[in-house]
């Protein structure tokens, strides 16, 4: 029986539990807990997994949940993952397609469905498409988890709580924040949020929604809440468009994160005021056919001769063989237009090469570049002691092929004083930090703004209070 909104509370009271994101960066997974139990997202900690797991130390494929459960990768609770007995949550609601919100859903048993944004589908299944088949595929053809999509404006009605989700500006399309009504009041949810994208209107939305419903309590991410510098995509536009300039006609390579869909319309944008040719990946092609054919509400670049095609690398046996191709290339190579490292090389001042990770800089060593090409590196920094070995790989490379490296890009996460402002804005009597290295160093900002909010800092797998 649904609760009467603003009845006594009879219940149990509220309780919030945060299982990934307390004290760390990722991995979010938040249980809300009343009658019933609504999880906000359930995505990988790579923080965890990365003390226990590597490229040849795997969790074993037949015990896959079991040494996940027993190293803290997900958290150990009955009904979850097994398929027998009564399902541990209601439904778990994602925010956005970053693994380290949903990566994990695909691990959950399948009769426990599964809320996420229209286009969120269409990214992760864009994502799923290139990668083999996997027990921590979302969509797996055996088995798919029912999925409910929702834009904002939809109404997502539960046992004990009705959630608003409202578009959010985040560095991949469909981010959103959740607002939840409750029989004891209402909270937040930002998800992933910033406010100095080119669609910072929707983190506005986001924010007078809180407003309008008197939010009290709000889980706002924290990642870069020691950080004071803003770079805009506007910045990254000047920048790129910059140091490409002054290479005259050698070749530009830039790495753009597959989801990032802002940097790579930037990309688009530079390369035109060049008169370049782009060159995109083939992973970035299958993004952006999945979305055109899926009916995205969003304005989908064309691939096209003329402008925009995608680079065939080499694979196997180095001759662009069919049988060299994994089933999703194959496929998708029949539609496009491509080209190949050989076009390139022959006219590298024609070409923008956008590559969807930095360690596809060895592709480049086929294209021979010409001493003095710029490589830039468009996605966040390394913050992990496993990111910074791998960085350091790259400026080999960068070395050996005689490359100019550039770093230049524009965060997907507030920064300090808009996470001050938007907490200002909403005013609520309560906020809970997740998503952050430096949870308390919000409490320190807060009060030196001369606010009164009280700052709860979540200790993971421990369930605190809601209001």
Known sequence: MQRIYGSPHIYPALKLTVYGAAGQIGGNKILLEDRSKVFLDFGVDFNTRSRYFSTFLQPRRFALVRDYVATGV???????????????????????????????????RPDIPLYMGETTRLLIQARENTKQKSPENLFNKNEEHPVEVFRTGSKLVFEDAIIYPVHVDHSIPAAYGLVIETGEGVLAYTGDLRMHGPKSEMTHDFV??????????LVIEGTRVDETDVSTEDDVKKELTRVAAQVG??????????????????????????????AI??????????????????????LRDEKLVAFLERRR?????????????????????????EEIRRDQKKYLLVLSRAEDIIKLSDIEPEPGSLFILSTSEAHSEEQMLEEERIHNWVNLLDLRYEHIHSSGHAPQKDLIKIVEEINPRKIIPVHTLKPML??????????KTVVEEPVQGMGMDVF
């Not at 007078?208 to 309590?217: G, H, I, S, W």
């Not at 990946?281 to 064309?302: D, F, Q, V, Y």
């Open 281 to 302: 990946s083939l992973h970035h092609a299958n993004l952006l056919t999945t979305l055109k054919t899926g009916g995205a509400r969003m304005n989908i670049p064309e």
């Open 317 to 341: 046996t180095g001759t662009y063989s069919k049988t060299d191709y994994p089933s999703w290339q194959a496929e998708l190579i029949e539609k496009i237009p491509t080209v190949g490292d």
């Open 74 to 108: 997900l958290p150990p609770l009955k009904g979850l993952y097994e398929k027998e007995g009564t399902p541990f949550a209601e439904a778990v609601v994602i925010t956005h397609g970053h693994l380290d919100h949903y990566g994990h859903a695909s691990l959950l």
């Open 208 to 217: 007078e929604k809180c407003v309008k419903m008197n939010v009290e309590t």
């Open 442 to 451: 919000m409490k320190q900002l807060l009060n030196n703004s001369g606010l």
């Open 249 to 278: 006609d050698k070749l530009v390579s830039v790495v753009v994160a597959m989801m990032d869909f802002d940097r790579l319309n930037t990309v688009l944008s530079v390369a035109e005021n060049l008169d370049r040719v782009v």
